[in-house]
T-cell receptor, first 110, second 112 residues
Framework: GQNIDQPTEMTATEGAIVQINCTYQ??????LFWYQQHAGEAPTFLSY????GLEEKGRFSSFLSRSKGYSYLLLKELQMKDSASYLC???????????FGRGTSLIVHP | EPEVTQTPSHQVTQMGQEVILRCVPI?????FYWYRQILGQKVEFLVS????????KSEIFDDQFSVERPDGSNFTLKIRSTKLEDSAMYFC??????????FGSGTRLTVV
């Protein structure tokens, strides 16, 4: 299986930038996903990284370093609606199906 | 924007009863999945389905679980004899290829 580690909770201020880190230990890496999940709702897809580097998509960017087993999700110009759980998920070991971490609960305050 | 639709949104059942959770994946997607999330815990993979057969399953997906695609649009998860620990949110998801999964809004199953 995969060991996926991310902080349990983070807080940030509206308008600021926050970086949510994710580290993983696995073999046969096939990709890393980030999902957003509001309380009581389904996860929604944010990003999918297979190669090293930074991918930017609007206010959200995701970075991957396969050699370090490390990824981060960067959220810019934070809005109150960004308060949610951010799930890091890794596909590995001959499978393309993501295994989810426990998620990071982000609280954005005014 | 295309959606994955799940019914019912809530289901309460007695221990030992059979339940069927229903999903309509996005129409041009080829890969279908069931995940579950016990309250306060992480999202866990149950099973994937491609080309009318199970392609992968987790150790959670034991003999009490089964999946079916009875027609061209529906994808169902059956739990034969529910246990208290089956209480969770069950998410259906679909994808067109490896990569972005679209999740449905979930069915909250409560076993009493």
């Amino acid at each position: 299986g995969q060991n996926i580690d991310q902080p349990t909770e983070m807080t940030a201020t509206e308008g600021a930038i926050v970086q949510i880190n994710c580290t993983y230990q696995t073999s046969g890496f096939n990709g890393l996903f980030w999902y957003q999940q509001h309380a009581g709702e389904a996860p929604t897809f944010l990003s999918y990284n297979v190669l090293d580097g930074l991918e930017e998509k609007g206010r959200f960017s995701s970075f991957l370093s396969r050699s370090k087993g490390y990824s981060y999700l960067l959220l810019k110009e934070l809005q109150m609606k960004d308060s949610a759980s951010y799930l890091c998920a890794v596909a590995a070991g001959g499978s393309y199906i993501p295994t989810f971490g426990r998620g990071t609960s982000l609280i954005v305050h005014p | 924007e295309p959606e994955v639709t799940q019914t019912p949104s809530h289901q309460v059942t007695q221990m030992g009863q059979e339940v069927i959770l229903r999903c309509v994946p996005i129409s041009n997607h080829l890969y279908f999945y069931w995940y579950r999330q016990i309250l306060g815990q992480k999202v866990e993979f149950l099973v994937s389905f491609y080309n009318n057969e199970i392609s992968e399953k987790s150790e959670i997906f034991d003999d009490q679980f089964s999946v079916e695609r009875p027609d061209g649009s529906n994808f169902t998860l059956k739990i034969r004899s529910t246990k208290l620990e089956d209480s969770a949110m069950y998410f259906c998801a679909s994808s067109g290829s490896q990569g972005a999964y679209t999740f449905g809004s979930g069915t909250r199953l409560t076993v009493v």
